[in-house]
């Protein structure tokens, strides 16, 4: 195998990059093609959940799978099988130095560590995305984000947040929104992940294989981080668990949980704090769990019952008491969001049952008062929808997925300092009061030829 990046891999990627870059503010993304459908690229086409992806947005009628991308080439073949018509490709650089005009619409679902250099990619070719969360691996490139976002408004962009289809959970965000639980005191949300499943490593075996499995591309796998040896449970799908390349359960459901409370709430725009606690920091392979993240808000609004506002997030399924909810019973369940108001209690889980507590008591949700009906809503074919210039309801665009990654990355990356407070300035992407945590978690040195391209 070849670890080093080729020159044709890195000319592709500098074409890639210039396309996109030479047209900002020129050409605008396509629509559909001549026959009227949306032509879309399935970049990670089974792993985890792009299967899922590409096979709910290949149900809108509307739809043409033109092209499949996958370092794996079993997973590539599978795809090929029930998309005959689609191109394929291995390294997502080539598609769009040499094929970016046969699709108008991308879909990445690949590992964190790669989100941004694809994403971004795409966006820099006037390409709408739907991506899988969280949005990106790095606290740095969530301004990165947000600069092609407004460098690109006529793009239509869907983060992998399925679950706010949910009318309980769609009902949550009007009842915060319309203060009908008085001004918001605090939030705690929690996941049971990360957990013995495939999805991670979960006993953190560190096992070097030398024999690479022959239909995974390694070196394109690995993208922007460097050049290392193949690792036994770790590529194609317990990737989550190892820092260089997950989020652990923190990230992996963030967007999930944490979701409502940004959507209600505007004025959370970004943290001046975050502080773990853990029982060890991360080593240099694998994030660490249990783990309670506390991130911080300063908030200057009626919303509000202070002037800051803090998030408790909690993996492993640790859960604050029922003081802390000011609830009389415990809240079961292994992934729910718990919003504290001046007048009572929303309780809320990952699939939309809803609770509300007040004076000790407990009301349904969805019964409350002065809420709008929750027509349903397909999650991925709302996004199509609005590619294809059908404005209906879009759940989590990217320009709201940045405010809940940030949530999320902090609360995971501020493990490697646990029981610090770490002081945040996003303008200047730095912990303020901890240069160490500035310079080692903030961002990654990219490996050539797979760095994000700059857009806008």
């Not at 690109?152 to 009908?180: H, Y």
């Not at 809320?348 to 027509?375: H, M, N, S, T, Y």
């Amino acid at each position: 195998m070849k670890t080093n990046l080729s020159r044709r891999h890195f000319i592709f990627s500098t074409a890639a990059a210039s396309v996109g870059l030479s047209t900002l503010g020129v050409r605008r993304a396509r629509a559909a093609s001549a026959n009227g459908k949306l032509r879309v690229l399935s970049i990670g086409t089974v792993g985890t959940i792009g299967a899922e992806d590409r096979h709910q947005v290949a149900r809108h009628p509307d739809v043409e799978i033109a092209g499949l991308c996958d370092v794996d080439a079993n997973y590539l073949a599978r795809a090929s099988a029930e998309h005959p018509g689609a191109f394929t490709a291995r390294d997502y650089r080539e598609v769009f130095a040499k094929q970016a005009d046969k699709f108008d619409a991308v879909i990445v679902s690949v590992p964190d560590h790669s989100h941004a250099p694809i994403m971004l990619t795409a966006l820099a070719h006037d390409k709408h995305v739907y991506g899988q969360k969280p949005l990106v691996h790095q606290l740095a490139e969530i301004p990165m984000m947000e600069r092609a976002l407004k460098a690109k408004p006529g793009l239509v962009t869907q983060l992998g947040n399925q679950r706010m289809i949910f009318p309980g959970r769609r009902a949550a965000v009007e009842i915060l929104r319309q203060g009908q639980l008085g001004k918001a005191i605090e939030a705690f949300t929690w996941t049971g992940s990360p957990n013995d499943s495939t999805y991670f490593n979960y006993k953190k075996v560190l096992q070097e294989n030398a024999n690479i499995p022959a239909n995974l591309d390694w070196n394109l796998w690995l993208g922007p981080c460097a050049t290392q040896p193949y690792y036994d449970h770790l590529a194609p799908t317990q990737w989550r668990s190892w820092w260089e390349f997950g989020t652990n359960g923190l990230g992996d459901w963030g967007c999930h949980i944490l979701d409502v409370i940004f959507f209600a709430y505007d004025d959370l725009m970004s943290p001046i704090s975050v502080k773990t606690d853990t029982e060890k920091a991360p080593d240099k392979f694998f994030h660490v769990n249990p783990c309670k993240a506390t991130v911080t808000y300063a908030v200057n609004s009626e919303k509000f019952a202070n002037k800051t506002f803090p998030i408790h997030y909690y993996d492993s399924g640790k859960a604050p008491t029922k003081e802390m909810m000011r609830i009389p019973e415990d809240v079961k369940g292994d992934n729910m969001t718990v919003v504290v108001c001046e007048k009572g209690t929303l309780v809320l889980g990952a699939e939309g049952k809803i609770k509300i507590w007040r004076d000790g008591k407990a009301e349904d949700g969805l019964a409350q008062p002065g809420l709008p009906e929750f027509p349903k809503l397909n999650h991925w074919h709302a996004w199509v929808d609005n590619c294809l210039g059908k404005k209906t309801e879009l759940r989590t665009p990217f320009k709201d997925a940045v405010r809940i990654t940030e949530a999320a990355l902090l609360s995971v990356k501020a493990t490697r300092f646990p029981g610090q407070e770490l002081l945040w300035d996003k303008a200047k992407l730095a912990f303020t009061n901890n240069a160490d945590a500035t310079n080692t978690i903030v961002s990654r040195q990219y490996r050539e030829g797979f760095a994000p391209p700059k857009v806008g």
